[in-house]
């Protein structure tokens, strides 16, 4: 019996070889959820260890050790995470809001639910075992999300350790015979700037998580049918000045009611009726002078955040003009709406949202149809192919966008994503209607030394999107980033990134060029800091002119110690006062400064300052 312990804690603890899939331990008593390793189950269950890092160099031996321990039940994923650190002291952590621990140590379950390399969730954990939660597909991460999991931690003389529980009804997945996932675990050391990952990243192969999955086989996972209620009621009460005098106008009673039922454990449906939203997380503050265009403010509603991630697509990045074509902020005040998303088959990705949206007074008509359509079929690795349908209908008017994107991996380290959108757009009853088109071409190329990003968009000057988000129209564009990184051998550096990239745009209305030419050096050094400088020579027409929008920026960031963080920048250079259409000068400086005397009590102080001035005043 002696022996025959021996030998299957010899087995628990023997890494797993890079093309066996994982097979965790099915349980009968489940671990207790308090971040201490002393249950039966971590005793007997398998683990991984051989950690290697991807941040800020791949494949070097982590500076301590991590092994993890990975288990289920019919109803549960369980996962143990011993992270050794010759330091503990030194640990960085904090009791602190949810999805707010990035700037801790921390671990990540990756999980792609459905081992298909299309999507994944991210299971952050921070030694105080305080969660955030992201989901990730088409090379975009959202922490919107807000599922129900389970997490604990605990500091000691050896490091911290962590232990997670994952329900299956909070994830989405295939749920057949032999149940297969994919995943990578991950661990960040603060004050190192250090990340490492099992299995570990292939320097050939940059950051695409996806394409790196291991496999992970489970059975006899229990099938159930998720449902969820949630009726509210809500009481107004509305009272205005008149005559110094507090006068009440009169009470209100609102009934609203939000319900999901799993139709499958991969396909849910999502309904609505008169959802009140006023307990959803207030948006970030942001410098709203002198825009160009309207700020962009992520969606955070409950209802539309389930499979928010498929109406992602390709062919841009983050900087294109067309930032997203089904912005679910456009349906503002829902009365009802129904929604379904998920997988049908083992390739077939598919969402959908039918909403009437309240009107603001003043509008024509009292209320506006919004539909939202994607499809999307999972082709080799990450690649798909997919469409889209936008439309809002209104008594006078409507916008309709439909089309096709896709997304081609051409090898291990590069993808060729497209886009090709036409828009049909009438403004109300007065107004003709207008079609238009938007194009994209993006590609990514990413490996460890080397990273290269070209793309193409020509949007027309009549291509409109209620329900998207655009900045601009009416342009033909062509851009590349060249980024080479260089690792020194020794010294205080361990990482330069030396950045170019180049813009050249046609302004479609005035058939004038403009260019911005971007010069940035980003050094690294070996503890959790930043520097970097960033050059522009641009031009940027506006209202029919051209103007000088040159002008650098000089930024630095640092873990001073456990305790303090602290970000400065400042910039200036030429700028353009929209209001007038004329040329201006402009400077920017931010401070931002972090205090955390213990893990439970954290001051944050960010000033920030942008000033413009008329160069003709």
């Not at 539309?304 to 992602?312: P, S, V």
């Not at 207008?434 to 990514?444: I, N, P, V």
Request: proline residues 5%; aromatic residues 12%.
């Amino acid at each position: 019996m002696t022996l025959l312990s021996c030998l299957l804690v010899v087995v628990s603890i023997f890494p797993a070889r890079a093309n066996d899939a994982l097979t965790p331990l099915r349980v009968n008593t489940p671990p207790v959820i308090d971040g201490k390793l002393d249950d039966l189950a971590w005793q007997q269950a398998p683990s991984v260890t051989g950690f290697k890092t991807f941040v800020p160099d791949f494949g070097l031996e982590m500076a301590d050790q991590t092994v993890v321990y990975y288990a289920y039940d019919h109803e549960n994923l369980y996962f143990a995470f011993r992270c050794f650190d010759r330091e503990p002291h030194k640990i960085k952590t904090s009791v602190t809001k949810r999805d707010n621990i990035r700037p801790d140590d921390w671990i990540c379950i990756n999980l792609d639910s459905f081992n298909d390399q299309q999507a994944l969730y991210g299971f952050y954990v921070n030694p105080a075992g305080i969660q955030e939660d992201t989901r990730f597909a088409n090379g975009s991460e959202d922490a919107g999300i807000d599922l129900i999991w389970h997490s604990a931690g605990a500091i000691d003389s050896a490091g911290y350790t962590i232990e997670v529980q994952i329900p299956f009804k909070s994830i989405r997945f295939a749920n057949r015979e032999q149940v297969e996932m994919g995943v990578v675990f991950e661990r960040r050391v603060s004050r190192r700037a250090e990340q490492g990952t099992f299995p570990p990243l292939k320097p050939e192969r940059g950051m695409f998580f996806l394409t790196q999955m291991h496999p992970m086989v489970m059975h006899d996972v229990k099938n159930y049918r998720l449902f969820e209620l949630l009726p509210g009621v809500t009481h107004s009460q509305r009272s205005s000045r008149a005559d110094d005098r507090l006068v009440s106008e009169g009470d209100e009673n609102e009934f609203s009611v939000t319900t999901k039922y799993g139709l499958t454990s991969e396909l849910i449906l999502d309904g609505t009726y008169n959802p009140d939203f006023s307990q959803v997380e207030a948006d970030a503050g942001q410098v709203d002078r002198n825009l160009r265009f309207a700020l962009f403010y992520p969606e955070k509603r409950p209802f539309f955040l389930e499979g928010d991630e498929n109406f992602n697509f390709a062919g841009g990045n983050g900087n294109d003009p067309l930032l997203e074509v089904a912005h679910t902020r456009t349906i503002v005040n829902p009365i009802a709406g129904v929604k379904l998303s998920g997988k049908i088959g083992k390739k077939n990705f598919f969402a959908m949202i039918d909403a009437l949206d309240d009107l603001p007074a003043g509008s024509e008509g009292k209320h506006a149809h919004a539909s939202l359509l994607r499809y999307k079929r999972a082709l080799r690795d990450d690649s798909f192919i997919g469409a889209f349908y936008t439309g809002r209908e209104e008594k006078h008017g409507f916008n309709r966008v439909a089309g096709p994107d896709g997304q081609m991996r051409i090898n291990e380290s590069s993808i060729l994503g497209y886009h090709l959108f036409l828009s049909q757009h009438k403004a109300g009853a007065a107004s003709p209607a207008q079609d238009g088109h938007a194009l994209g071409l993006d590609y990514l190329y990413n490996t460890r030394n080397l990273d290269v990003n070209l793309g193409v968009q020509d949007l027309s000057d009549d291509f409109t999107t209620v329900s998207g988000f655009l900045t601009r129209t009416g342009i033909s564009r062509a851009r590349a980033t060249v980024t080479p990184k260089f690792y020194p051998k020794s010294g205080f550096i361990r990482r330069i990134d030396v950045s170019l990239t180049s813009a050249q745009v046609k302004d479609k209305p005035s058939d004038l060029f403009e260019t911005d030419n971007i010069f940035t050096l980003r050094f690294i050094p070996r503890r959790n800091a930043n520097i970097a400088l960033n050059a522009n020579y641009s031009t940027e027409v506006f209202a029919g002119q051209r103007f000088q929008t040159s002008g650098w920026t000089l930024g630095a960031s640092s873990q001073l110690t456990k305790q303090v963080f602290l970000r400065l920048a400042y910039g200036g250079g030429k700028g353009i006062y929209y209001v007038a259409a004329t040329q201006a000068k402009r400077s920017d400086a931010l401070m931002n400064l972090i205090y955390q005397p213990s893990d439970k009590l954290n001051a944050n102080l960010t000033l920030t300052y942008a000033d413009l001035f008329d160069e003709s005043s």
